[in-house]
């Protein structure tokens, strides 16, 4: 009978294998099962930043990773049946965190909250989550409501106590798809969940960030061009910031290409120095710090000094600059020149005695010798119909400097061509100027200046602060004018009131290709930071461009920072060749040079340092708050001279130890327990009836 | 996907999520042999046994790691790879019986000294019993063992071919089916080579054959769902047939005890 059934399950087989079995996809060892059952999602994390007053950002809320099922939200009055990792699209992000804050019974319901990615922002609403005015505070004038962000949300400054992670978008069909089989499965036997690892312990570790970079041209009266190369984001690891900060730096940098072509700029009147800030955009970190050393003089300004003078007539204090020319200083001893910018007939009062200055100063009590120029968001200047682009001026400070920068401005746009780069006056509605880093330098009331924006009166910039400020949200053509635009004005204002020298003017062309280049490097991933330019000079960690500033890793000792990130250090040494005297290509170097006018550019590049004369900085950037001492920092007072530090926030990171996303399936916890006591069935069955039948087998063959 | 590899001598395995049950498959068995209370030579057998049937697997794997993965989609492939397989673990078989021969007149004579009498039939048996238990363990060792790191983490796994039933289970399962088959199949060949039957010694391979082409039905999109029980139906029909032939055995012989102390009587 036994030998029948046999004969009928070999058919039976037969018949069932005979069908062809599909294309296998093979495991081949455990490490590859492990690898199949655990899918790691690639994705960015918002984290958690703290301040003085709280925290911000977002982080599991104990100390355990969250384990949750993938669950689509389709309506944003949906209710939740089990605490769930929720997957939406980002345009449905801010109203999912306004129902949190507003219903606490729904936020318990949230796990964790995965955001698809979104290639293409070609959505007509904006998504920003910065605020509608972005560091309100620090504006030197008290209307903080006016809408610079008319797309702001400000989400990003909540604190929510759920991981929340930007999907990648090779990970984005993934988890669609998981979420999709989750839904047909209505009785949780099979789920697919996703595991948040986003623990972030609170304590305060460092402040925040590193490097400002600063060069000049070879030492006369200044005229500081400045941008920002940092940006914000509601997920740090993407914060490309490529209209709100990087169009400018690129503008700055292309601008400095342009005019090292030009031959005569030591017979100009005027010192042009560049400064490229960061952390601007958390708290004017940069700008602040630096202008603190400049008080200071410290040596990260040395070439640069200013100081304050009390002069005879009244209680006005003037920033007045003095300045090294390059090879004359020795330690200790300075040799003034006169700060020839309008009053040539001082000079030979000021070699006279250095303190009697003060009735030189007296004489131009009117005059601020700072100009600034800040290149902020010019991506957009384009016009799509004409192709011309135009740009806005936004003056601060002192009227009489604004109005000549604003007229050489004005002459730089007519030699280019009126159809090609217009410049106008913001609008007069406007309270002030808009958020930048010219706020910090209007504290010093004697400074004045110029932003340059591609907005009159509320940002063109739809994804200020977003991950979705990136290369397709900027137009390579408007950096390319607002960079010519710059050049051609610098050339102007350094000429002073000297008759300008057209033929040299009409000279200074911009190189599109360099601009175009420079997007690839430093906004997107390919080339990213591994492209030619870049790897002339610094040899890069990473090659993905992140413009998210970071904490400090280091003490604050700048002249060859080891921790500078690549982008910063990338600028220092473009800018130190640039802004180079004489190019040297024969004394290779890679650290320090011997003479100390000289600067090593290249050095992390494998024998293609060179020395060069430059006179290019390091400047650290921190709150104005903080100092180091003993190898730790402390928050030191509010002080009377420093205004914006009493509104400065003091930002830091807390601890983390790794951060991920996986998912997996799991089955529902009965069928776990069900299976079990099964097992545990078979053993104690098997167990009574090998002893049932030993006894019965004794007993039968006892018998016998 | 498919599960070649583990599919080399014909099972497919699974470890439940989590709560183990190739563990207490093996729990239970151990369980059973330390109850018994073993006198040696029984114990050696299983030891050896174990280590047997351990080496013959590890060199047919070795054998077969030269033409392995096959990444192939059509079945038949995997049917050579079985029939290779299971007719190597047949020939050892044979060659472990030839060694117990020759070992059982070693002990037969210990016996004689020790305890004034031969080896009966039970005992025979029971060391059949213990070398069978051997080899299935050795099997569950050699598909399970691997297998149980991943079955602690939190995750599950389902094959896409299999998708009610989790990987981990189904390896569990035949696990065990395998087991009982290997334990009961050897019983029943070694009775089959010591009274010359040979219908025993055909079903043994036949049946180790059957079971293992039959987890070839897991390749198949839902197979699995009709393999896996089949596969336990082979198991119960192995152990039936066990007890058939122990049944006859045991009445065989007590008619000839009877008939001898009759005729002793008489």
Redesign the interface.
């Known amino acids: 009978m036994a030998l029948k059934l046999l004969l009928f399950f070999a058919l039976s087989i037969l018949f069932v294998t005979r069908r062809s079995i599909a294309g296998p996809d093979t495991l081949e060892s455990v490490p590859d099962l492990q690898r199949v059952m655990y899918q790691n999602i690639k994705s960015y994390p918002c984290v958690r930043l703290l301040n003085l007053s709280g925290e911000i950002g977002c982080s599991n809320p104990g100390l355990r990773k969250v384990v949750a099922p993938i669950v689509r939200l389709n309506h944003s009055d949906e209710d939740l049946s089990y605490p769930s990792a929720i997957l939406l699209p980002l345009e449905k992000l801010e109203s999912l965190f306004q129902r949190v804050s507003k219903d606490v019974d729904f936020a318990h319901k949230i796990a964790g909250v995965l955001v698809e990615s979104d290639e293409y922002p070609s959505k007509s609403t904006g998504f920003s989550p910065a605020e509608k005015f972005p560091q309100a505070a620090f504006a030197p004038y008290k209307n903080h409501s006016y809408e610079w962000n008319a797309d702001g949300s400000g989400i990003m400054l909540n604190h929510y106590n759920f991981p929340v992670f930007l999907l990648s978008p090779q990970a984005n069909s993934i988890v669609q798809e998981l979420a999709d089989k989750n839904a047909e499965e209505p009785d949780l036997y099979k789920v697919h969940v996703a595991e948040f690892d986003l623990v972030m312990q609170g304590s305060v570790w460092s402040s925040l960030p590193p490097i400002n970079v600063s060069s000049k041209e070879p030492p006369k009266p200044i005229i500081m061009v400045v941008a920002s190369q940092d940006s914000a984001s509601l997920f740090r690891d993407l914060s490309l910031g490529a209209e709100s900060s990087i169009s400018g730096l690129i503008a700055l940098l292309t601008a400095v290409d342009a005019l090292s072509y030009v031959n005569d700029l030591t017979e100009l009147k005027k010192q042009l120095v560049f400064m490229v800030f960061t952390g601007e955009a958390w708290g004017y970190l940069g700008s602040r710090k630096f202008l603190q050393e400049l008080d200071m003089g410290t040596a990260a300004v040395n070439g640069l000094d200013s100081t304050m003078i009390d002069q005879e007539f009244g209680n006005v204090s003037l920033y007045h600059v003095f300045f090294n020319i390059g090879g004359e200083s020795q330690s200790g001893n300075i040799t003034y020149h006169c700060p020839a910018d309008f009053h040539v007939n001082l000079c030979f009062q000021c070699f006279e005695n250095q303190s009697r200055l003060a009735r030189a100063v007296g004489k131009i009590l009117n005059f601020t010798s700072i100009a600034v120029l800040e290149i902020g968001s010019v991506g957009k200047g384009l016009d799509q119909g004409t192709s011309a682009a135009t740009f806005y001026a936004h003056a601060g400070g002192n009227s009489s400097v604004t109005k000549d920068m604003l007229e050489a401005l004005q002459s730089a746009s007519d030699s280019l061509g009126t159809d090609n780069v217009k410049i106008k006056m913001a609008d007069a509605s406007n309270p002030g100027i808009p958020p930048s880093s010219l706020m910090a330098f209007l504290r010093k009331n004697t400074t004045a200046g110029i932003v340059l924006e591609d907005f009159g009166s509320s940002f063109s910039n739809k994804f200020y602060h977003s991950h979705l400020d990136n290369p397709s949200n900027i137009n390579a053509t408007s950096i390319a004018a607002a960079a010519a635009l710059v050049a051609r004005s610098l050339y102007i204002l350094a000429s002073g009131d000297m008759q300008v020298n057209l033929m040299s003017l009409n000279s200074i062309k911009v190189n599109v290709s360099l601009v175009e280049e420079l997007v690839g490097c430093l906004l997107s991933c390919e080339p990213g930071l591994s492209c030619g330019i870049v790897k002339n000079f610094i040899s890069p960690s990473n090659n993905c461009p992140n413009h998210y500033v970071g904490v400090f890793l280091d003490s604050p000792d700048t002249q060859y920072p080891e921790y500078a990130d690549d982008v910063s250090r990338f600028v220092w040494n473009f800018l130190a060749n640039k802004t180079s005297l004489v190019k040297d290509s024969t004394n290779s170097c890679t650290g320090k040079c011997d003479s100390v006018d000289e600067v090593c550019v290249g050095a992390e590049t494998d024998g293609n340092g060179r020395c060069v004369v430059s006179t290019t900085r390091y400047v650290p950037a921190y709150s104005t708050r903080l100092e180091l001492k003993d190898n730790a920092w402390h928050v030191i007072h509010v002080n009377s001279s420093d205004p914006m530090g009493s509104v400065d926030p003091i930002w830091t990171e807390s601890f983390w130890n790794t951060i991920g996303l996986r998912v997996y399936t799991v089955q529902s916890s009965t069928y776990d327990w069900l299976i079990l006591t099964a097992g545990v069935g078979i053993t104690v069955a098997s167990y009574i009836a090998t002893i049932m039948t030993k006894a019965f087998l004794a007993k039968t063959v006892k018998n016998d | ?5 583990f599919s080399v001598f014909g099972s497919s395995h699974v470890l ?6 190739c ?3 093996l ?3 151990f ?2 042999q330390l ?2 209370i073993v006198p040696t030579h029984r114990m050696e057998g299983r030891r050896d046994g174990l280590l047997f049937w351990l080496i013959s697997l590890i060199v047919l794997s070795g054998a077969w790691r030269v033409v392995l ?1 096959l ?5 038949w492939p995997y ?1 050579i790879l079985i029939f290779t397989s299971v007719g190597f673990q047949e020939a050892t078989r044979l060659m472990f019986w030839k060694l117990y021969k020759r070992l059982e007149v070693i002990l037969d004579a210990f016996a004689e000294e020790k305890f004034r009498s031969r080896l009966s039939w ?1 005992d025979k048996m029971q060391i059949a019993l213990a070398g069978g238990l051997g080899h299935g363990v050795a099997h569950a060792v050699f598909f399970c063992v ?2 149980l ?2 079955s602690f ?6 094959v ?1 071919r299999c998708s009610r039933i ?1 990987f981990f ?1 189904v390896s ?1 399962i035949i696990s ?1 089916v395998f087991v009982i088959i290997h334990t009961f199949s050897m019983i029943i060949a070694f009775n089959g080579y010591a009274d010359g039957r040979k219908v025993d010694q055909v ?1 043994v391979p ?2 180790h054959i ?1 079971a293992a ?2 987890t ?2 897991n ?3 839902g ?1 699995c769902s ?1 393999g896996v029980p ?1 596969l336990c ?2 198991g119960a ?1 192995t152990m ?2 066990c007890w ?1 032939m ?1 049944w006859r055995k ?1 009445t065989e ?2 008619r000839r ?2 008939n001898a102390s009759e005729i002793h009587i008489s």
């Open positions: 996907m498919g599960d070649a590899v439940p999520n989590k709560k183990s049950l563990n207490t498959v729990w239970g068995r369980t059973r109850n018994k993965p990444n192939s989609a059509a079945w049917v039970t691997s297998l790191t991943p983490g939190p995750a599950t796994y389902f896409d989790p289970l569990a065990l079903v036949v049946v059957l082409v039959m070839l039905m390749l198949a999109p197979g009709i089949l139906c082979v029909i039936y047939y058939q122990v045991l012989h007590g005890q009877r």
